[in-house]
């Protein structure tokens, strides 16, 4: 009621101010096109007048320098802290047989994890957002306990069920698998901490593709694999790779889950993140930051995908 | 209906998918049941067990004693004060970026993200190559008796980064929504900005201020990877809660570890159900078209 309510008078804002309305206030990019969107806003400002003025770029300069503090001060420092002794130390650092198998296992560990739970996540979507059981609100909270459990803890929970006398032991002894202080434990702790991304990005965009459309499909002829091959995926695809994106971001930076479980021998168990951990500890400085900033280089390339993700996302909402 | 393509067929799991009897759905429920099971329920039941193996009173005095008692109490109170920071400077950054325009604004905007993607552990190791003792910055700040890396500030700039995006990720949607109409009107009959964002702006935004700072809160409470890097970890001093649980795991003492995490995990816990609880009941009155 009250959302279609706030809806008629969006819709009604949009013809008053032109086209740019809704999408106006999403990002700075809609308003460059049209001088609508600004003009809507100069009209908030202008009471105020000079004054004003002069207080909202105090505010602009507030917001913008505290980030600048925060986040891009510690950004240049680590890049002059690695290339400090010369681009050629930190590349020979990077190109280390321990990091470059680090940086194998974290990818090959990110990519698993990305995987089982990309397929995992959008069956859970599915079943929270579309069907309806005594057991679904139960559901829903335990997809929100890896958010609420710290790393550490993620991995020690493995710990105790792998490790000596775990409840699972017994299992995976007989069936001559080492979980702890091996990879399977890495790649379980992986999973674990990045869990509930494609569930909770999926699930609102497909509560939004309407049941009805499935449903067309489906008296047309189409069996369920078809209609969500055709139908349902192509409506979720970009809140599906966003979520996968930041599962993916969120694996292959992950340390306190994997540093516990992992046991960390160099070049058998040892993630990029569990290298850096360990020259940190012996006093590498120049391989931990020419890691570190590698690391971060990675993690900006997928971030600049997440935005595109998010704003395709965005979009398919607003439409 | 009747027709299967003869590449479906073969394999169980697709067959039983694409029939139309409750089997698909069955199955379904069944794969997110074992999932959620075997990934979260069960290793949380362990951990429960765990911690509680030797009975209450033995629990009891693994929290509270002296180290496990401190480090709780830092990670609390470091918290609750990053909470508080963020509610300001997020709420501030989410109106200057729905309000303003300003030049770069599209780039900061796509920045704000930046510790999603950053791994926790290189944000430690970027403040320690900042304000470690023998760098520039923090050389100048060692010079002037300001310590930042092994000590308490560095622990609060690392969970500052590290949820930076958080309240401002939660406010920023719902500033959209608000009419600008609404300030408009206010501004017209008199009212001073600073009246128009207490009485018209505020209101609004507060559940969502609230469930982007339970979140922040209930992230600092259990932050590893940056934490660990910059805090110097003495115990009783710098060490955190979750690198209290670290250190006891390393000494093999896992009842003290189970103690604790069950502490740090009733805590998250109740914090993100009340996120969802709030998300719930605002999410009839959230306009999201």
């Known amino acids: 009621m009250v959302r279609a309510m706030f809806q008629v008078e969006s819709a009604q804002r949009d013809n008053q101010t032109g086209k740019t309305g809704h999408s106006s206030s999403m990002t700075g990019l809609a308003e460059s096109k049209n001088g609508t969107g600004r003009e809507a806003t100069s009209n908030v400002r202008e009471p105020s007048g000079y004054r004003g003025k002069l207080f909202e770029w105090l505010l602009i300069a507030i917001a913008v320098a505290y980030a600048a503090g925060l986040l891009l001060a510690p950004l240049v420092a680590i890049i002059v802290g690695a290339f400090g002794e010369g681009l050629r130390a930190a590349v020979k650092e990077i190109s280390s047989t321990d990091a470059i198998s680090s940086l194998k296992l974290t990818l090959v560990m990110a990519v698993g994890a990305t995987a089982v739970n990309t397929v995992f996540g959008v069956c859970i979507a599915w079943v929270l957002v579309r069907d309806n059981f005594w057991g679904r609100r139960i559901l829903n909270g335990l997809v929100d306990m890896p958010f609420a459990v710290s790393p550490v803890i993620a991995g020690f929970m493995l710990i105790l069920l792998f490790g000596r006398g775990g409840w699972l032991t017994p299992i995976t002894d007989a069936l001559g698998v080492k979980v702890v202080f091996a990879l399977p434990g890495i790649l379980l702790a992986t999973i674990f901490i990045s869990l509930p991304f494609v569930i909770r990005e999926v699930a609102p965009v497909l509560a939004q593709v309407s049941a009805d459309q499935e449903d067309a499909a489906r008296t047309i002829g189409a069996n369920r694999l078809l209609t969500f091959w055709h139908v349902t995926l192509p409506a979720i695809r970009w809140g599906l790779l966003y979520g996968v994106s930041l599962t993916f971001a969120r694996a292959v930076g992950e340390i306190g889950a994997v540093l516990v479980v992992s046991g960390g021998v160099s070049r058998l168990t040892e993630t990029s993140t569990l290298y850096i951990f360990r020259s940190l500890d012996d006093r590498n400085y120049v391989g931990a930051n020419a890691m570190a900033v590698f690391l971060a280089a990675l993690s900006f390339g997928i971030l600049m995908v997440i935005e595109y993700f998010k704003r395709r996302t965005e979009q398919t909402q607003t439409t | ?289």
């Open chain 2, 1 to 289: 209906m009747s027709s299967v393509p003869a590449n479906l067929k073969g394999s169980p799991a697709v067959a039983s998918r694409r029939v139309m009897l409750p089997w698909g759905r069955w199955g379904l429920r069944l794969t997110a049941f074992l999932y959620l099971g075997f990934m979260v329920a069960l290793p949380l039941a362990t951990i429960i067990r765990n911690g509680f193996a030797d009975g209450f009173t033995a629990f009891w005095a693994d929290i509270t004693n002296p180290t496990a008692f401190s480090a709780l109490k830092l990670t609390l109170m470091t918290s609750v004060l990053i909470t508080v920071i963020n509610a300001v400077m997020g709420t501030l950054t989410a109106y200057v970026l729905v309000r303003f325009h300003f030049p770069a604004k599209g780039l900061f905007n796509a920045l704000i993200d930046m510790p999603f993607a950053i791994p926790t552990l290189v944000t430690g190791v970027m403040l320690v190559a900042l304000y470690g003792p023998q760098r520039a910055v923090g050389g100048w700040l060692n010079a002037h008796d300001i310590k930042v890396i092994f000590a308490t500030p560095g622990i609060v700039l690392a969970l500052l980064v590290i949820t930076y995006p958080f309240v401002i990720r939660a406010v920023q949607p719902v500033l959209m929504e608000i009419e600008k109409g609404q300030e408009e009107a206010a501004y017209t009959i008199g009212a001073s900005k600073w009246t128009t964002f207490r009485k018209v702006v505020l209101p609004t935004i507060t559940p969502a201020l609230l469930t982007g700072g339970l979140l922040c809160f209930a992230r600092a409470l259990g932050e590893f990877g940056s934490v660990v890097v910059v805090a110097g970890n003495i115990p009783g001093v710098t060490l955190t809660a979750p690198v209290y649980v670290f250190g006891q795991i390393e000494s093999q003492n896992q009842r003290g570890a189970s103690a604790m995490s069950i502490l740090l995990l009733a805590l998250s816990f109740t914090l993100i159900l009340t996120v969802e609880w709030m998300q719930n009941r605002n999410g009839k009155s959230n306009v999201s078209s």
